[in-house]
């Protein structure tokens, strides 16, 4: 898939204030500060399209971004470690939970994992909590350029075994890079595949 277009659309600060719109949706969601910014502009190859930032935790509201006027990638607050107050993080929480069970154009959830860490508590609950919610899903780990080939291979090996200890069988998952653009054509095409098969 070739993105010739890619324009933001909206901020909402929940589910209901979202597009009133029918095409389908691909949200991308992590840790903060595991790279969401630069992977969503990579894939666009639109430095400026979502906000990049130095101090994790900056995307607060459900970003739309409609791509090829033909479906939506849409940016969800992080979650995880900014500094943020109880209240904000459980306000945080019920917007992205709301998001995800409640929007019907949702067809596939993100989930970005820095590839240079083991397998954090943190993500694996959340991915939990989406195979629960019968939610479908892919693994996107970033910042490969970060590691050597085998490091990142190893470093992947481990995820899947400790993901595998609780799922039957590994979920999709796509190794990136949003320096080099490693990933890029994976990610689109499994994009595009879902979107064709949508389409039949």
Known sequence: M???TAEFTLSAPN???C???TKPEYAFIGRSNVGKSSLINMLSRNKKLAKTSATPGKTLLINHFLINRDWYLVDLPGYGFAKRSKSEIAKLDQMIRGYILGREQL???FVLVDIRHEAQAIDLEFINWLGISSIPFAIVFTKADKLSESKVKANVQAYVKKMLETW???PPY???SAEKARGRDEVLDYID???KSLKE
């Open 193 to 195: 595949q879902i979107n």
């Open 15 to 17: 589910v209901t204030m």
């Open 168 to 170: 039957e069988e590994m």
């Open 107 to 109: 067809v596939n959830v």
């Open 19 to 21: 597009p009133k719109d």
């Open 174 to 176: 796509f190794i990136t």
């Open 2 to 4: 070739d993105i010739k």
